[in-house]
C-alpha cells in the first residue's frame, strides 16, 4: 500500500551495530549510520514542499543513536528540536523504534517539552527476564527497564507507550514466562506488539539450546495477547467522554471514517471510527469519543 501523503516515515539511519542474538539485521543492512542532520532536515522539507504531511514518523532500527557514529553522541534531541522549528504543516512528530538502553535525560526532556512531538515512544523492550535479556544481548537488566518506564511516565504524564515482545525464545521457563506476563500487566503499556520467537538461521540464538516447542510457544503468545487485550480496553474506557485531536486517515463506508489521535502510529496501532459527514481524510478534527472498542475507540465530532 502507497502510504498517504498526510504522514511520510523519514529514515534517519540504517543498519544497526545492537547485535541482539535473534536479529539477522546487521547482517542483511550492516553497520548502524546515521544520516546527517542536514540531510535529514533537507528531507523534511522536501517531503513538505510535496505533499505537505500533517505527521513525520521517524524510523531507524535505533532512533535514540541518531548520530552516535558521526558525532561521537546522539544528537537526536537536536534533530528533534530542529524539526519542530520548521516552519510547514507538520503537527505530530512521531518516534518509533527507540533502545532502552540508549535514552538519555536530555531525550525525555526534549520530547516532554516540545509540544509538536507525539505523547507516544514506541520501546521495544523484548523481554523482562534478566537471563533472557542477557542471552538477546539487550543491553540492559530488568531493573533498569523498570527504572526508565517509570522516569518516562513520571516525566511526561498522559504518555502512551508501545513496546514489543517475544514470547518463546530459547530457555525461556515457565517462570521466566510468568515474570513478563505479570510484568507486562503491572507496566500496563498502551500498546503492545507480541511476536512469537522465530528461529533465523544465521542468527545466534539459532544454536542455543532449550528451544521452545512450537505449542508452547503460542499458548504464551495467547496468554500475553489475552492480558493486553484486558489492558487496551480498560486503557480505552478512560477516554470515554473525553474530547480528542483525531488526524483522519480514510474514509470507510458511508459516513464511517478511521483516524488516530497522538497515542496511535499508522499501521500498527489502532484508532478512531468517527461518524459524520463533511470530513476529510489528512486534516484534523476534534472528536468526543462516545464508545471504546477492545483496541479502538468511536467518537463523532466535537
Ligand atoms: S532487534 Fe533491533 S536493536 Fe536488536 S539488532 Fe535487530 S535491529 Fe538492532
Not at 65 to 79: A, I, Q, R
Not at 114 to 138: E, G
Not at 161 to 189: C, H, M, Q, W
Request: charged share 30%.
Amino acid at each position: 500500500m502507497l502510504t498517504p501523503c498526510h504522514y511520510a516515515y523519514v529514515k534517519i539511519s540504517e543498519g544497526c551495530d545492537n547485535l541482539c542474538s535473534y536479529c539477522i539485521i546487521s547482517r542483511l543492512r550492516g553497520r548502524f549510520r546515521s544520516r546527517t542532520v542536514d540531510s535529514v532536515i533537507k528531507e523534511i522539507k522536501a517531503v513538505s514542499l510535496r505533499s505537505d504531511p500533517k505527521e513525520i514518523d521517524l524510523i531507524g532500527q535505533d532512533t535514540t543513536l541518531f548520530g552516535m557514529d558521526l558525532y561521537g553522541k546522539s544528537v537526536f534531541p537536536g534533530l528533534l528540536k530542529n524539526i519542530a522549528e520548521l516552519k510547514n504543516g507538520i503537527e505530530w512528530i512521531r518516534i518509533l523504534y527507540t533502545h532502552p538502553a540508549h535514552y538519555s535525560d536530555e531525550f525525555i526532556f526534549t520530547v516532554r517539552d516540545t509540544p509538536k512531538i507525539c505523547r507516544y515512544l514506541d520501546i521495544p523492550i523484548q523481554h523482562i527476564n534478566d537471563a533472557i535479556l542477557k542471552k538477546m544481548n539487550r543491553h540492559i537488566t530488568r531493573k533498569e527497564i523498570i527504572e526508565l518506564i517509570e522516569k518516562i511516565r513520571k516525566n511526561i504524564p498522559g504518555i502512551a507507550l508501545r513496546t514489543s515482545i517475544i514470547v518463546g525464545f530459547p530457555g525461556e521457563t515457565e517462570e521466566a514466562f510468568k515474570e513478563l506476563l505479570d510484568f507486562l500487566k503491572d507496566a500496563r503499556f498502551e500498546k503492545l506488539g507480541a511476536f512469537i520467537y522465530s528461529r533465523e538461521e544465521s542468527s545466534r540464538a539459532y544454536k542455543f539450546r532449550g528451544q521452545i516447542p512450537e505449542n508452547i510457544k503460542q499458548q504464551r503468545f495467547d496468554e500475553v495477547m489475552k492480558a493486553q487485550q484486558a489492558i487496551s480496553a480498560d486503557i480505552n474506557r478512560s477516554f470515554l467522554g473525553k474530547t480528542l485531536k483525531v488526524l483522519i486517515d480514510e474514509k470507510l463506508e458511508g459516513d464511517r471514517y478511521f483516524g488516530r489521535t497522538e497515542f496511535d502510529a499508522p499501521e500498527v496501532d489502532g484508532g478512531v471510527y468517527i461518524d459524520g459527514s463533511g470530513i476529510k481524510a489528512g486534516e484534523f478534527y476534534n472528536v468526543k469519543i462516545n464508545d471504546t472498542l477492545e483496541y479502538d475507540l468511536v467518537g463523532e465530532l466535537a
